[in-house]
């Protein structure tokens, strides 16, 4: 439990741009009922000084949401890679530390490009092809049980986490990693998506689908519980059946 009376501390991981080398600033700020990681951050705004009393410029961060459905405010906060919006400060131990995830490039402090992640989106096709804009009439039905399923993946907020755990994913291995897989296999199950299925299989095989290890680190990692090595079992037989499929034509 957090002593109101005192101040936070906590360490920042800080960076001042993408060339530049990283180092730490230890900040203390006065608490208040209910902080998260978003509040102790943004009080580097309202008192820019670190414990050694000298100027600090505030640290830069993404957010938007504030309620873990965006997935920009993703960090590492005491060694695990988590959501700062539902970090609070009274569950954490202290002093605090705070640092950007270490698989992607940072670009300022915690800011980190992710932009690789939905790169990998858009080589899976992870959408459901439309041929127009006029009315379409009614979608086809799925089964309720499918329905469950498919929910559990759509809630993926492209955040990260399952990336920064993976022991196979690098920011250019190759490997497409969890986040992917699960989001094709979402969009291969739904009977729109079908259409683009083999092109989104074909997408997986080429982009590593089978540097997975199994070591479902992925999994323990999602704020979403999101099934990922599921997705990525059913991935694997998907992928097989297109290949059994393509010598047969070939
Ligand atoms: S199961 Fe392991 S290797 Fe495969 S994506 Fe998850 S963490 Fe990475
Ligand atoms: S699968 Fe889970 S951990 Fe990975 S990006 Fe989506 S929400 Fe984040
Ligand atoms: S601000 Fe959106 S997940 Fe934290």
Known sequence: MTNKTEGIKFKVKRQDCPESK?????????????????????????????????????????????????????????GKVQQA???????????????????FPVQRDLMVDRSNMFEALKKVKAW??????????????????????????????????????????????????????????LFNSHPNGQSTKDERTSALIENGLNNCGNAQECVKACPKDIPLTDSIARANKEATAFSIQSLLRN
């Open 85 to 103: 919006c539902t970090a609070l400060v009274d569950n954490l131990s202290h002093p605090i530390s705070i640092a950007p995830m270490t698989k």
């Open 22 to 78: 990283s180092y730490n600033q230890e900040f203390e700020v006065p608490y208040e009922h209910g902080m998260n990681v978003i509040s102790l951050l943004m009080a580097t705004r309202q008192f820019p000084k670190d414990t050694q009393g000298k100027d600090a410029t505030p640290v830069s961060f993404e957010s938007a949401c504030l309620e873990e459905v965006c997935g920009s405010c993703t960090m590492v906060i005491n």
């Open 128 to 185: 459901i092809q439309v041929d127009g804009v006029y009315d379409l009439g009614e979608g086809p039905r799925v089964d309720p049980s499918i329905q469950e399923e498919n929910y559990s993946l759509s809630r993926c907020m492209t955040c990260g986490c399952c990336l920064e755990a993976c022991p196979q994913w690098t920011n250019d291995n190759g490997f497409i990693g969890a986040q992917a897989i699960s989001q094709a296999v």
